[in-house]
């Protein structure tokens, strides 16, 4: 019984990490800073259809694209395996040029003693007549 509230409590731990890493990750990427959004992916990140140099080429130009950015966070669901955290959440982009809708997830994996982006998949939620 012991080690099964061990396991809880680290695994409560581990989600309350990586749920303050989510909130720094938006944070940076509202205030466009760069270096410190791009930080929170691996290396080994690959974007939907480039590489992680291609992919970090293309968020350092969308970043600087858009102004007034606000990224809001809904029904935020963490769920964990052996070695990941996968993050599912209905995110609202909106900026002066551009605004959308869609269900993100993120997955992060540790890094020593930090949480990293390996993978994120982004479905635009269907426009509602």
Not at 26 to 45: M, P, T
Not at 48 to 74: C, F, P, V
Not at 89 to 104: A, L, M, P, V
Request: hydrophobic residues 35%.
């Amino acid at each position: 019984m012991e080690k099964a509230r061990a396991i809880e409590a680290n695994n409560q731990a581990i989600k309350q990490l990586v749920q303050k890493h989510l909130e720094k990750w938006v944070n940076a990427w509202e205030k466009q800073n760069i270096e410190l959004y791009l930080s929170f992916y691996s290396k080994v990140f690959k974007g939907s259809k480039e590489g992680y140099e291609d992919w970090r080429i293309s968020r350092q130009t969308a970043l600087k694209k858009h102004t007034n950015m606000s990224i809001q966070l809904q029904n935020i669901k963490i769920s964990q395996s052996k070695k990941t955290v996968e993050v599912n959440f209905i995110q609202t982009f909106k900026s002066d040029e551009y605004s959308d809708t869609g269900i993100k997830e993120l997955v992060w994996v540790k890094n020593g003693s930090d949480w990293r982006i390996i993978k994120e998949t982004w479905v635009p939620r269907k426009k509602i007549a």
